[in-house]
């Protein structure tokens, strides 16, 4: 039986739709932000609701609510007329500029949450490979592939790429991160020691780690998959100036598995009001 609990899903790609069909399993769930094509029947918007759900980037650069699958317009004030004055709102990604946009509004960041950073990897991986699946003209069986940090990402990547029988090095900064490659059964190499042997780098660290002299000792042939957040972990300039062919693959999971990825996010929206049971009706 659904709770008697009004949740609206508002823009984003079509991974959101799949997050609303999870949530309407367990509550009245409507969509808005998308072409009347797009939202079924069951889910048309009318009234009022006590939550607000809106992508990954909720916001455009004009500050509207990102919605690529909607021809219209869609403002923070037109979803605030359609929201209960207490209404709590998720989001993934919340900066400042979302909060100024709905003042008084408790907001809670998705992606934030452990569980789906970890629930990620798996998607973000698979994605990653089918990227250098298309790219490369060689098999991954044999191939000397790199993975830059070993955090959820990279360890996903690492089983994966395991099953095409590539041959996995992570580089590491310290003896903590030479144990941990160590332990996924891989080879550690330290970075100051990366060489031209790998045709394949992955990297999955948020900051700038694959600088002008790292890029410079690989093979200008490497084919390099950032797979890391903005600013991204390469210096892009310096790739480009040397010839090398670099890929900054951001948002995987909601390009290269929507369905899977916005269940995900549901499935984590629908634990967190879980929590929040006194909430929830």
Not at 93 to 101: A, C, P, T
Not at 125 to 137: D, F, K, N, R
Not at 230 to 239: E, H, L, N, T, Y
């Amino acid at each position: 039986m659904k709770q008697d609990f009004r949740i609206l899903t508002a823009g984003g790609d079509m991974r959101m739709l799949s997050c609303a069909g999870r949530l309407s399993e367990d509550y009245i769930t409507a969509v808005t932000g998308f072409d009347t094509e797009h939202i079924p029947e069951s889910m048309k918007a009318e009234g009022r609701y006590d939550c607000l759900v809106l992508p990954v980037m909720p916001l455009d650069d004009s500050g509207d609510v990102s919605t690529p699958c909607f021809s219209g317009r869609l403002t923070s004030g037109e979803l605030e007329n359609m929201l209960t004055p207490d209404a709590m709102i998720f989001a993934g990604r919340v900066d400042e500029r979302l909060m100024e946009k709905f003042p008084g509004h408790d907001i809670i960041d998705y992606m934030l949450r452990e569980e789906l950073m970890l629930k990620n990897a798996i998607p973000t991986a698979e994605g990653a490979v089918q990227i250098a699946l298309t790219e490369l003209p060689v098999t991954l069986s044999g191939l000397k592939v790199l993975i830059v940090g070993l955090g959820r990402i990279g360890t996903a990547l690492a089983g994966v790429l395991k099953g095409f029988g590539a041959d996995i090095t992570a580089a590491v900064r310290n003896a903590k991160g030479a144990a941990r490659a160590r332990i996924l059964g891989i080879k550690p190499v330290c970075m100051k020691d990366i060489g031209t042997e790998y045709g394949l780098v992955f990297n999955t660290v948020p900051e700038l780690v694959m600088g002008r002299s790292l890029l410079s000792r690989l093979d200008p042939d490497t084919l390099i998959i950032d797979l890391a957040s903005k600013p991204g972990g390469i210096d892009f300039d310096s790739a480009s100036e040397l010839g090398m062919h670099v890929i900054w693959a951001l948002g995987l999971p909601g390009k290269t598995a929507p369905v899977t990825a916005g269940e995900m996010i549901g499935e984590t929206i629908a634990g967190i009001l879980s929590e929040r049971g006194d909430r929830c009706g």
